[in-house]
């Protein structure tokens, strides 16, 4: 069964933006802490960003803080990643996930229960 379906990736120019969505239809998502994680070629899936519900709580890894900045629209039951100045290194396949009600402590993927099918971000001149 599928849980998250994410849209929004694209092949773009370095400094240009993408913005992420990912939304369910079986899940409700205020009640769960959300994240985004992506896989570059031959990499580990590595922790992105995560926000609690209410918004209380937001975690970027540092090489994004500052370009990329998680929401949630909880009336759409969908959350978003915006990705600003972005980089070659930003690269890769990215995917939504979904938590407990708080962002897990070690951000590591094996802490989130439910998964999307991931969209590919290329950013390329």
């Known amino acids: 069964q599928v849980h998250l379906v994410e849209s929004g990736g694209g092949v773009v120019q370095p400094g240009g933006s993408l913005k992420l969505s990912c939304a369910s239809t079986?899940?409700?998502?205020?009640?769960?802490?959300v994240g985004w994680f992506r896989q570059a070629p031959g990499g580990e899936r590595e922790g992105v960003s995560c926000i609690n519900p209410g918004d209380a709580y937001t975690y970027y890894r540092d090489s994004v803080k500052g370009r990329f900045t998680i929401s949630r629209d909880d009336a759409k039951n969908t959350f978003y990643l915006q990705m600003d100045s972005l980089k070659p290194e930003d690269t890769a396949v990215y995917y939504c996930?979904?938590?407990?009600?708080?962002?897990?402590?070690?951000?590591?993927?094996?802490?989130?229960?439910?998964w999307g099918q991931g969209t590919q971000v290329t950013v390329s001149s």
């Open positions: 079986v899940l409700t998502l205020p009640s769960h802490a």
């Open positions: 996930a979904a938590a407990g009600s708080n962002c897990p402590p070690n951000g590591r993927p094996y802490e989130y229960r439910y």
